[in-house]
């Protein structure tokens, strides 16, 4: 049986956006009663409170989903990505592949070229860090001599690359054209590893 809370949120998820009042009269409990859930809902980062002007007087508030409380809800992402890759796959060799994986990388690093611009070796790979953390991956650098070593240990994409290896693609390609650097995979989650690790070789390639 949902809980009164997960009632307010699917409340809000059918009206869009709902009042006090509204929420009140659809879950069967008094305003008073109602306002405690919201706000408790709010400290939890799942609804946002949005002010409705009618006519003078004082706004009114209503309140709707956030990012993160519509996450709650199931969705079918994965899947859809699966099958999109399994169309794409049919249809294109494994070069096209690799060489579409690489251009959505090289777009990523051009979004932050400005940024990039000037940035000795160690604070691109700073920048990397920020950079892959918005893309869902989370990530340490190390250098011990003149090894450096990048290691991942969240992959947004690990359960499609169970079925779709070529995803590992992305975040390679765009460790090396983020750092303008060689880049070697050795080691893999999809391979037994508990982590992805890069070796960062520091030689900067020349720029045709």
Same mark, same amino acid.
């Given at each position: 049986?949902?809980?009164?809370?997960?009632?307010?949120?699917?409340?809000?998820?059918?009206?869009?956006?709902?009042?006090?009042?509204?929420?009140?009269?659809?879950?069967?409990?008094?305003?008073?009663?109602?306002?405690?859930?919201?706000?408790?809902?709010?400290?939890?980062?799942?609804?946002?409170?949005?002010?409705?002007?009618?006519?003078?007087?004082?706004?009114?508030?209503?309140?709707?989903?956030?990012?993160?409380?519509?996450?709650?809800?199931?969705?079918?992402?994965?899947?859809?990505?699966?099958?999109? *890759? !399994?169309? %794409?796959?049919?249809? &294109?060799?494994? @070069?096209?592949?690799?060489?579409?994986? $690489?251009?959505?990388? =090289?777009? #990523?690093?051009?979004?932050?070229?400005?940024?990039?611009?000037?940035?000795?070796?160690?604070?691109? *790979? !700073?920048? %990397?860090?920020?950079? &892959?953390?918005? @893309?869902?991956?989370?990530?340490?650098? $190390?250098?011990?001599? =003149?090894? #450096?070593?990048?290691?991942?240990?969240?992959?947004?994409?690990?359960?499609?690359?169970?079925?779709?290896?070529?995803?590992?693609?992305?975040?390679?390609?765009?460790?090396?054209?983020?750092?303008?650097?060689?880049?070697?995979?050795?080691?893999?989650?999809?391979?037994?590893?508990?982590?992805?690790?890069?070796?960062?070789?520091?030689?900067?390639?020349?720029?045709?």
């Amino acid at each position: 049986m949902a809980s009164t809370r997960d009632q307010v949120l699917n409340e809000i998820k059918v009206l869009g956006q709902a009042s006090v009042a509204e929420l009140a009269e659809r879950v069967g409990l008094t305003a008073v009663a109602v306002r405690h859930h919201v706000a408790a809902l709010q400290a939890e980062g799942l609804l946002k409170a949005i002010e409705i002007r009618h006519g003078v007087g004082r706004p009114s508030l209503h309140y709707s989903l956030t990012d993160t409380a519509r996450e709650r809800y199931p969705t079918r992402y994965v899947e859809f990505s699966e099958r999109l *890759l !399994d169309e %794409l796959k049919s249809m &294109l060799p494994a @070069e096209a592949l690799e060489q579409m994986f $690489n251009r959505i990388a =090289e777009g #990523i690093a051009a979004q932050h070229q400005a940024e990039l611009s000037g940035q000795s070796l160690s604070e691109r *790979l !700073d920048t %990397l860090v920020g950079i &892959l953390g918005r @893309e869902g991956f989370a990530t340490r650098w $190390n250098q011990t001599g =003149e090894s #450096i070593a990048l290691s991942e240990y969240n992959c947004p994409y690990v359960r499609i690359g169970q079925r779709h290896p070529e995803v590992c693609q992305l975040d390679e390609a765009i460790i090396r054209h983020v750092l303008a650097v060689d880049v070697e995979k050795t080691h893999c989650v999809l391979q037994g590893g508990g982590h992805c690790e890069f070796l960062i070789r520091p030689a900067i390639k020349p720029t045709s």
